[in-house]
């Protein structure tokens, strides 16, 4: 099992360039997440999906958008890279809301110079 | 400002000492939960609380939930080398989807 699969998992981009990262996961998961992880911090949410087909703002959303593709695939694009978007992005899926864990991928290692 | 403050950020012990990580809120949660992070890796679950004074034992690893369900606490009894890592709690507020993390407590264990 793949589980939550992230690519790329590193990029480097420069000041006001656009990318998507991408995220899928073959668990059958209703929910889906976002979290940037600035060095030697906790996680902090950008945007989730609970179910296919919504979207809704976490704590951080300002400078993202997101696409809830279908079940599998949720990505995350950032239109105007910023040096402040600098951080390593982790996407998180879990069967259904309420107490069930996430499960993460491995991240991706964004670099905005 | 975040919904979930850890303490302490960083803790670096001898192995075999026993230490407490809390993780603390003004917010009251539904369920609560704490993972594990090592370099290069996503976070891992080590154990959900739900219940008001919740205490849930994980071998060498005690977590409690407050009877107010504002805060946890994590206890590590004999530290080894390989309890190194980053720890996350992180809180569900009313059930709903989302899901929110502290900053971590960061935990070195040297031999």
């Known amino acids: 099992n793949a589980g939550v699969t992230q690519t790329p998992k590193f990029q480097v981009l420069k000041t006001g360039q656009s990318m998507t990262l991408q995220c899928a996961q073959d668990?059958?998961?209703?929910?889906m997440y976002w979290y940037r992880q600035d060095p030697g911090m906790g996680l902090r949410l950008i945007y989730y999906?609970?179910?296919?087909?919504?979207?809704d703002k976490g704590e951080v959303p300002n400078g993202y958008n997101v696409s809830r593709l279908n079940k599998r695939e949720f990505s995350l694009r950032l239109e105007s890279a910023a040096p402040s978007q600098t951080s390593v992005y982790f996407c998180?899926?879990?069967?259904?809301?309420?107490?069930?864990?996430?499960?993460f991928g491995n991240g991706t290692r964004l670099t905005v110079t | 400002t975040q919904l979930l403050e850890q303490s302490p950020q960083f803790l670096s012990i001898q192995e075999g000492e026993n230490l407490t990580v809390y993780c603390n809120s003004s917010?009251?949660?539904?369920?609560l939960q704490w993972y594990r992070q090592e370099p290069g890796e996503g976070p891992v679950l080590l154990v959900t609380?739900?219940?008001?004074?919740e205490v849930k034992k994980l071998k060498r690893l005690t977590f409690q939930f407050g009877d107010a369900r504002k805060d946890s606490s994590l206890h590590i009894t004999a530290a080894q080398t390989g309890d190194t890592g980053l720890y996350l709690c992180?809180?569900?507020?009313?059930?709903?989807?989302?899901?929110?993390f502290g900053g971590g407590t960061r935990l070195m264990v040297k031999p």
């Open positions: 998180a899926s879990r069967p259904r809301t309420g107490y069930s864990p996430l499960h």
């Open positions: 668990m059958n998961h209703n929910s």
């Open positions: 999906s609970a179910s296919e087909g919504t979207t």
């Open positions: 917010s009251v949660f539904s369920s």
């Open positions: 609380v739900v219940t008001g004074g």
């Open positions: 992180a809180g569900v507020v009313n059930a709903g989807n989302m899901l929110t």
